[in-house]
């Protein structure tokens, strides 16, 4: 007791030293290296530089079946059909047929037919905002003069709903009044055979699929009504063959 130590400590570049970090020479990072390439404190992935790697992308987290753009938006093709069909006017009577193909056409008597196609959005998550709207169709014509198949995609006035209307008068001059939007204009080779599209619809029609799905009313329908007269119908495939009139929508999640 009362006895005092001195301990001598000498530096050794032998066992036991303490050694220093070799400094960080910045290079390129690589995004499943391990190590921070670059000196700036990231790793692989929680680098800013690895945001774009294939590797580092987050998974999808558009629903099932729907293609990602892989930038927070998604792609559905909805064929999930409520009810298309057509409407027949001459002489102030007003007939509707909801099965076999859908007739567009005005005729030199002054029969008249236009055709509708209404489809749910259920598909479409609630708060999504619309970005692009798109119809594809299959077309049937009888001749190759496209001079008789002038159709217009169209609204329908007062965002009347096909499948909950019973008046076929009402639905009728929804589709033939002024009042409609022109969804996408008339043109002379509108109805062919086969596959036609997409066509890009106009911003009036994403803005009412828009407003329809803000509102809760998950549904969307458009009008296709004749632009000049003629004696032949052009055809369009229903929901009733295996070639459904499609609605593309790109939509940016979580609005």
Not at 122 to 139: A, L, M, T
Not at 221 to 244: R, W
Request: net charge negative; glycine share 10%; charged share 20%.
């Amino acid at each position: 007791r009362g006895n005092l130590f001195v301990i001598d400590i000498q530096e050794s570049s032998g066992r036991g030293s303490l050694q220093q970090p070799a400094p960080c020479t910045p290079t390129t990072e690589v995004c499943n290296g391990g190590i921070d390439e670059d000196c700036d404190g990231s790793t692989d992935c929680d680098d800013s530089d690895c945001d774009l790697e294939a590797s580092c992308q987050q998974p999808s987290v558009c629903p099932a079946g729907h293609l990602s753009s892989g930038d927070n938006t998604c792609t559905v093709e909805i064929t999930e059909v409520v009810e298309d069909g057509e409407i027949v006017s001459i002489g102030g009577t007003y007939s509707r047929t909801t099965s076999g193909e859908i007739r567009v056409s005005r005729k030199t008597n002054g029969l008249t037919i236009v055709g509708y196609v209404e489809w749910s959005l259920n598909s479409i998550p609630d708060n999504s905002q619309i970005e692009d709207v798109i119809f594809k169709y299959d077309g049937t014509a009888f001749t190759t003069d496209g001079s008789y198949r002038q159709q217009q995609i169209i609204s329908i006035e007062n965002n009347l709903r096909p499948s909950t209307t019973s008046n076929n008068q009402q639905l009728y001059s929804a589709m033939t009044n002024v009042g409609y939007s022109t969804y996408h204009p008339a043109e002379s080779t509108f109805i062919l055979n086969g596959v036609q599209g997409p066509f890009s619809l106009s911003a009036d029609a994403k803005n009412r699929l828009q407003s329809n799905l803000d509102s809760g009313q998950k549904w969307f329908a458009v009008g296709l009504t004749p632009f000049g007269t003629y004696n032949l119908d052009p055809n369009i495939k229903s929901s009733e063959s295996d070639s459904k009139p499609t609605l593309i929508v790109k939509y940016r999640l979580g609005g």
